[in-house]
């Protein structure tokens, strides 16, 4: 499939979920409510309702409370400079990633033939790390050009979203 069209597919999904006017107006304490098991819920008794409630109190709650998620106040106009955004830099990526990719099957491959050349071995791992210094170097560029992009209030859910990063994708 195309990897284009997969993130574009992707970070859909991922916003469609997150977006709570997608919500069904139906849906209470997690509970569907269809038109067979309308007044469902009330009918549980108590211990049903507390297996419920212990069923999802070792969740962690993720997010903040400062203000809404950045995503979620975007204007038009935002919505679609950020989509042009992610595309520059999938397209950006796809290529570094598939040179990555190849050249860690080489460093495997020269790394299993008998008597090895170290030197090739090392060079390979430099080649390597180069890819993945521009893949984060433009990673980190687009942070910083998203971040541009949005108003002050949005940049404070931007700003808490990075800080909680455990790195470059």
């Known amino acids: 499939m195309n990897h284009k069209l997969l ?3 992707l970070f859909t999904s991922l916003f469609a979920i997150a977006n709570p006017i997608f919500a069904g107006e139906n849906h209470k304490d997690g509970h569907h409510a269809t038109a067979a098991s309308k007044g469902h819920h ?3 008794d108590e211990t049903d309702h507390n297996k ?8 962690k709650k993720k997010g903040h409370s400062l203000s809404p998620h950045w995503a979620k106040t975007l204007s038009d106009e935002q919505r679609v400079a950020v989509d042009k955004m992610h595309l520059k830099l999938d397209t950006q990526h796809s290529v570094l990633k598939a040179q990555a990719a190849l050249l860690q099957k080489e460093l495997n491959v020269i790394t299993t033939k008998g008597g090895s050349d170290q030197a090739a071995i090392h060079a390979k791992i430099d080649d390597l ?4 210094a521009k893949i984060m ?3 980190y560029d687009h942070l910083s050009e998203m971040r541009n992009a949005l108003t ?3 940049r404070i859910s931007y700003d808490m979203a990075i800080l909680k990063r455990k790195g470059a994708k």
């Not at 419920?52 to 969740?59: L, Q, S, V």
């Not at 790390?129 to 993945?132: C, P, Q, T, W």
Request: hydrophobic fraction near 30%.
């Open 7 to 9: 993130s574009s597919l």
């Open 42 to 44: 009330d009918k549980l």
């Open 52 to 59: 419920a409630k212990h069923k999802n109190a070792h969740k």
């Open 129 to 132: 790390m180069a890819v993945k």
């Open 137 to 139: 170097k433009h990673r």
């Open 152 to 154: 002050e209030q949005q």
